[in-house]
């Protein structure tokens, strides 16, 4: 009966925190897999700032924090896009009305396995090889063979589509009347898209620019063929001339109050800024770190 009792009590003070924890405020932050690795650190480095607050973080793509957050299960949704018509209007019948805030820039990078000699695409190049209807099929169609790839074939690598980043890169790069070719290998995060065109010669992927290794290489971008290709990177992505350059998004149920308001602002502070450009994004604003 005491063994009860006491395991009773250790359950809960773990789930209070036990003595000042118990205090502590509790925001919970869920959605972009693009934004995960940033929204981490900042959590980290807010709780030593503000140790009576927690940042809880996880990931799920933006639907899904989008989701979250207009059935009131989360305080801020990470999105990769903005809200779609269809989302803003389940939240209002949920008596919601999103606040948007736009917390840095991403360049949306295009990977290929670090022996694939390719060094630059055009906009139109990349719907032919993701776009449903699009002929590339393989290296050679672009006149180049890919050492350790014999199969010659061009192995589609993408993401599912609750992503931000799949609707973006659908939007900006196939047209939004478009449709993604079937048969890519759909991945759950930008880390897993990159780490599996790391170990597949044959393989294209595109995720965030931060998520980049010594293992891929990212070929420039040009709008139309002739014109200027530009190389992902947090400068590009600032000054809009990378090509498929993208806003990173919070939304909050209504305007925040309180500590969500509160670590909203730090966000957006030069000290939340920092941290993501230190995490390779593009701040919102020209910042000052140290």
């Known amino acids: 009966m005491n063994k009860k009792i006491s395991l009773g009590c250790l359950v809960l ?15 919970q932050n869920k959605g972009s897999d693009t934004l995960l690795n940033v929204a981490q650190a900042w959590a980290e480095a807010y709780s030593q700032i503000n140790p009576n607050v927690a940042v809880a973080v996880t990931g799920g793509g933006s639907g899904t924090g989008i989701s979250a957050m207009i059935n009131g299960t989360v305080d801020v949704a990470n999105a990769s ?7 803003l209007e389940a939240a209002r019948r949920n008596g ?15 990977f290929l396995h670090e022996n694939n000699p390719i060094e630059s695409f055009t906009v139109a190049q990349l719907k032919d090889i993701y776009g449903e209807g ?11 063979s890919v050492p350790g790839c014999g199969s010659d074939e061009i192995v589609r690598i993408s993401r599912q589509n609750n992503s931000g980043t799949y609707a973006y890169f659908k939007e900006a790069v ?5 449709e993604y070719k079937l048969g890519s290998r759909d991945m759950h995060g930008s880390k897993d898209v990159v780490d599996l065109v790391e170990n597949t010669p044959c393989a294209i992927g595109y995720s965030g620019l931060a998520y980049e290794t010594p293992e891929v290489h990212m070929p420039c971008i040009a709008v139309e063929e002739g014109g200027a290709c530009v190389v992902p990177s947090v400068e590009t992505a600032i000054e809009g001339s990378y090509p498929i350059a993208r806003p990173l998004l919070m939304y909050t149920a209504g305007q925040p109050q309180g500590a969500v308001k509160e670590y909203m602002d730090w966000i957006l502070s030069d000290e939340g800024q920092c941290i993501i450009l230190e995490r390779g994004y593009a701040p919102v604003r020209e910042v000052s770190c140290t």
């Open 13 to 27: 003070l773990m789930a209070c925190g036990g003595g000042d924890r118990a205090q502590r405020t509790v925001i």
């Open 81 to 87: 896009r903005t809200m779609g018509e269809e989302e």
């Open 96 to 110: 919601v009305e999103p606040v948007e805030f736009v917390v840095g820039f991403d360049a949306l990078a295009v």
């Open 134 to 144: 699009g002929s590339a099929e393989t290296w050679s169609a672009f006149g180049t």
């Open 174 to 178: 196939l047209g939004e009347d478009a």
